[in-house]
């Protein structure tokens, strides 16, 4: 059984009844009537009355971060008045959607019920959804009793796991938290803290001698699956290993300032801290360390359809346009295809700052999806050059189709807000393998 999409809130029927956790404000309306309401208000920004025009600027304040996808691009308003208020809108907006998205996302669920519904709950408080299709139908449909007040999802989903078995697993390209039964095949982790929206663990110590004279911790980030992590990046001089006897031992390279970019965008980040040995032996350390992880929050998946004639199309969402150059197809003597497509990407020069982490181009979802909802990626690495007119090329390759191109969507997955989400953590009494 796969959670893979939002699921609407929803009530248990009988003695017993879930409590879903809801904003002050109330959440916004459906996708069609939220839609419907912003163009609404966006057109009482050009009223006569003063009064009116501040009830809709206030409206839209209210919906919250939900209206950024719904609010046209600056060209398309003629209004130089109304131009003014939304990009003064979007740029709220966004700082406000930042701050939440900082934030880890909060769980609120009482009472006893099936494990599949509580999943269910859980999706559709966070927006992190879950992969259970490898787990047993028993299981699924067993109920569990749960007891969560504004618990953080990661503390919700180790809960879970420990107490019925389970182990979790978010690697590259995955957009769900998948659920597997613990089988005991991975090793255990020494230890886990939380920081915000991440989750982060050291599954190994090791003290390295007589080789190098270093202790090494191995530290693995995960974020929270509405995120993906893009670059991690950490000054070593902000991290510290402490002995039993309050000796600390700095990094190996203290002047350091690394950056860790997980492949293709993903939502785990692996790495090991070296710092310099003792001739005291050690058998337990304490871990306090700072990093800075730029993370996307908030994607828009930009399709296309009857690719074969295509050429030129443009689609927009929110500040973002993608436009589909070029599709072509050669058929193969085996009947299979070779397809390649060419797009162009541009943000409006209003929108998010991504001037400084180019490397987020490269990390983008981008895949063909059949008439089934089957995903297929692209193969090798994109060609990516930049354009006279600010806009990034990129050309994806799709050898070996089965089907005609026209048989497929092409799918662009772009991020719409890129955040800078700082992090402390701190381990105590970690034991260290010699």
Not at 72 to 97: A, N
Not at 240 to 251: A, N, R, V
Not at 349 to 362: D, K, L, M, V, Y
Request: hydrophobic residues 40%; charged residues 25%; contains cysteine.
């Amino acid at each position: 059984m796969s959670f893979r999409t939002r699921i609407p809130a929803w009530v248990l029927c009988g003695c017993v009844c879930l409590t879903v956790l809801r904003t002050a404000a109330g959440e916004p309306p459906p996708a069609a009537d939220l839609a419907a309401e912003v163009k609404q208000a966006i057109a009482d920004l050009d009223a006569n009355r003063l009064s009116v025009r501040r009830a809709a600027e206030e409206r839209l304040m209210k919906l919250g971060p939900a209206v950024l996808p719904h609010l046209p691009p600056p060209e398309l308003i003629r209004q130089p008045g109304v131009r003014q208020i939304l990009k003064r809108l979007r740029i709220q907006l966004e700082k406000r959607q930042a701050r939440l998205s900082a934030a880890a996302s909060l769980v609120t669920l009482q009472g006893k019920f099936p494990l599949n519904k509580i999943l269910r709950g859980i999706s559709d408080q966070t927006g992190n959804q879950f992969d259970a299709s490898a787990l047993p139908m028993p299981l699924l449909e067993g109920k569990v009793e749960i007891d969560f007040q504004k618990t953080p999802f990661w503390k919700v989903v180790d809960h879970l796991c420990k107490e019925l078995g389970l182990r979790h697993r978010l690697e590259n390209r995955m957009e769900a938290l998948q659920l597997l039964l613990a089988d005991g095949k991975v090793s255990p982790e020494i230890a886990v803290t939380y920081s915000g929206p991440f989750r982060v663990a050291v599954p190994s110590t090791e003290l390295r001698r007589p080789e190098y004279d270093q202790v090494r911790v191995g530290v693995a980030l995960t974020a929270e699956p509405r995120m993906r992590s893009l670059i991690l990046s950490y000054a070593a001089k902000n991290w510290t290993l402490q002995l039993p006897d309050g000796l600390l031992l700095p990094p190996v390279s203290p002047g350091a300032f690394l950056e860790f970019t997980p492949e293709d965008g993903g939502r785990r980040v692996q790495l090991s801290i070296d710092f310099i040995d003792t001739d005291k032996p050690i058998d337990k350390i304490a871990l306090d360390g700072k990093f800075t992880v730029t993370t996307v929050v908030g994607d828009q998946r930009i399709r296309f359809s009857d690719l074969e004639r295509s050429d030129g199309v443009a689609r927009r969402r929110g500040g973002i346009s993608v436009i589909l150059n070029k599709a072509t197809t050669t058929e193969n003597s085996d009947g299979t295809y070779d397809a390649r497509i060419d797009a162009a990407v541009v943000y409006d020069a209003q929108g998010p700052a991504f001037e400084s982490h180019r490397t987020w181009i490269n990390h983008n979802h981008v895949y063909l999806e059949t008439p089934e909802g089957k995903r297929i990626d692209f193969a090798g690495n994109q060609r990516t050059t930049d354009s006279d007119t600010g806009a990034v090329l990129m050309e994806y390759p799709f050898p070996n189709l089965k089907q005609p191109l026209s048989e497929y969507e092409f799918v662009y997955v772009a991020p719409t807000l890129i955040v800078e989400i700082p992090a402390t953590i701190h381990f105590a009494d970690l034991p260290v393998k010699n």
